[in-house]
């Protein structure tokens, strides 16, 4: 058999394996959330109705909720449901959870995709200019950047930028999601985190790819110095950095929560928070699924996107 | 390379607010006393940080709030040292399935986003800084559980812990006596990254209502309170926002420090060391 066909055959077969991991991990992240509703302490119904709700109310609930079947028998047609991606209905609005969760899902992809945007905006130059001069006054600059970046809660970030940008300027809304404007404070609030870590990898990574040899060559070469740093540079230090960017986009969408609670965005943090203070738990369940499932496969692609940039990377491990 | 002065800043802000947290009981009643005159009242002579919606002094409540979140976060990130280190080294000594399935059990509280299963874990036990507190334990042992696999893992081959065991010593005093000592450094590191992380959730969760109730003065629900006045009283933040950022920032620089201190070899020259750190600060990030 060629070469190449053996490689593929290989890469083919990890990139499965790492599927299945990922398929495994989607499995056992619902038989948790199935397990959170069972945390309550005190029965479930209880806290949901409040102590005044009339008998019937509750054995209702409870049967829509199909909380009187046996543990086993409810896990397994819990399942079932999830199979046809039956997530059942609010309990406050009676509305079908999918829905809810497909009305509020993209403004969440839309604030994170915008985050990363201004997360690589800012990270980018820091990262790049840090390497280039180690030990200097850009990369103490950096370091400095990085350490208050890490430091900043999105909910001290997020209002004082309310004060500055909206209450003081009056150059952006403060908050809501009415015109495309209004993305950029809550964007700019979840990249700095973001920005501040990927800047220190972007760092490192590049750092390590200008001790290298073949960067000499290209040197001696005569390469302009633009096109070593664009060609043989940043290129090889992206993986690195991909890497993070996948394990990262866990705190953004975890902070996600946060910043759209300062910013009454509308995506599915504040749906979460909604259905804690509503105490709609089916809703808290599914919102929890489906943002960890999307974390999972988010990190699954990224991933899948490294071992296949770079075949010396085990994706199965 | 020997620190400038300026680059100890990171222990007198430690040592200030250790100081603060230990003396916040002398406060007494003065976080709560009710002024409604000085209601809003902007940072001035006498009042530091202003005054809050109920005409409270924002610097003592600030202060108080020292004693709420350093505790509690300590005793999260020492519960979870203990649970998490322990749990780590008992099934990466034992190896086999044990561990291979305690790995897939670990991954799986790992491929939630962490703080998001915190926040739902604390809205089903309802709102209280104890819910808060037990939260954040079940979402941070798996960190230094970890951790401390990987390492007894790759320790249990070394000479020493090899002679021991042909000298007949019993496994709990192996670990205890000649694996733990050789991991405390990383753990102690993962231990202080934990703390700053742990204060920066609590206070998040605070922030949404989950943790501390009026009219405890937390950090987290001292902010909660301040968006609620952004428009007339934007000074409500600074007191608040300035205690986390400069706490964490401290925290967390204490943790490179640490760091560096455990992974340079030994055999570098100090000056070498200074001048390695910050590449494996980043490496390691």
Redesign the interface.
Known sequence: MPDHLIRIIVSFKRALSRIAIAG??LF??SA?VFC??H???GDPVDVMLGEGASLADRESLRQQLGLSAPLSVQFVHYYLKLAELDLGVSLQTQQPIIELLASRAPYTFALAGVALGFALLLALPFGICAALR??RWP?HLG?GFA??G???????LG??L??IFA?QLGWLPIGGADSARSVVLPAATLSLGLAA?LS??L??AL?GVLAEPYLRAATARGLPFSTILRRHVLRNAALPVLT?FGLQL??L???A??TE??FAWPGLGTL??E???RRD?PV?QA??LF??AT??MI?TLTDLVSAWCDPRIDSAG | MTPRWYQHWWWVVLAAWGVVACMAPLLGDAINQISLPRMFAEPGAGLWLGADELGRAILPRVLAGAAISAPLAALVVTATLIFGASFGAVIGWCGGTLELLAIRVMELFQAFPGLLLAIALAGLLGPGLGNVALALCVVGWVGFARLARAQTASLKHREHVLAARALGTPSWRILLIHVLPLMAGPLLVEATFAFASTIAAEAGMSFLGLGAQPPTPSWGSMLREATQFLLIAPHMLLGPGLAIISLVMAVQTAGERLRDYWQAPASLSPSLRSSQRRDSIIMTR
């Open positions: 495994a991990t056992g992240i948790l959170l509703i945390l309550i302490p180690p030990q990369d370091a350490l208050l890490g430091a900043f809660p999105n909910f001290v209002p004082l309310i004060v209450v870590i220190r990898q760092r490192a750092l993070v866990g705190a969408l975890g902070g929560v946060i609670t300062v979460t928070i259905a804690i203070e738990y808290l919102c929890i943002i960890s974390y999972v990190n």
